[in-house]
């Protein structure tokens, strides 16, 4: 199996997570903060996507689905454009609203879609080119596609412990 392969097996796993912490669950139950300062899991799954759509869309010299197909509208969220939530306050997780859970599916689902374009293309050596010269040592993109992973997969993981705490809640 080659690296790319193990890529888009895991990024089909978080995809089959994604749908199943979000399906069913209303819009009260997907903004539902355990605390004030938790996050919701409308919050986490939009996050994750967030990340993983600027991350991809900037190692591959791509535009963000965000905004190329227009779900920054969509969420009228009234968050900075580029905003992937990293840092939110209590009161800017609170933003993060939605009617359905379709609506983070749908956005995510367009987001795993142009990722698995992008891995589908991927060379063995093109996991060894450098994309971010911020850090030392500088990112290559073999490092940032694991980091994608682990965020989603962290934030997947939340997300479906918080909805079990509301279905046992509601039990």
């Known amino acids: 199996m080659h690296a790319k392969d193990v890529l888009i097996e895991a990024h089909s ?3 089959e997570e994604v749908h199943a912490a979000v399906e069913g669950l209303g819009p009260d139950d997907l903004t539902a903060r355990p605390t004030p300062d938790a996050n919701s899991v ?3 799954v939009w996050h994750l996507t967030r990340v993983q759509d600027d991350h991809i869309a ?3 010299g791509l535009e963000q689905v965000w905004l190329s197909q227009d779900w920054e509208k969509r969420f009228g969220l009234g968050l900075p454009r580029h905003d992937t939530g990293y840092g939110h306050s ?4 609170a933003k ?3 009617d359905s859970g379709e609506m983070l599916t749908g956005y995510y689902d367009a987001v795993h879609e142009q990722t698995l374009d992008a891995l589908r293309g991927l060379a063995a050596k093109d996991l060894e080119r450098v994309v971010d010269e911020r850090w030392d040592p ?3 993109l073999g490092v940032r596609l694991v980091s994608v992973l682990s965020d989603d997969l962290q934030h ?3 997300a479906a412990y918080l909805r079990g705490l509301l279905q046992s809640a509601a039990s």
């Open 90 to 93: 209590p009161a800017k997780v």
């Open 156 to 158: 997947i993981g939340q």
């Open 13 to 15: 796993r978080i995809k």
């Open 138 to 140: 500088p990112v290559t």
């Open 96 to 98: 993060v609203r939605v």
């Open 58 to 60: 900037d190692a591959f």
């Open 42 to 44: 409308a919050w986490l």
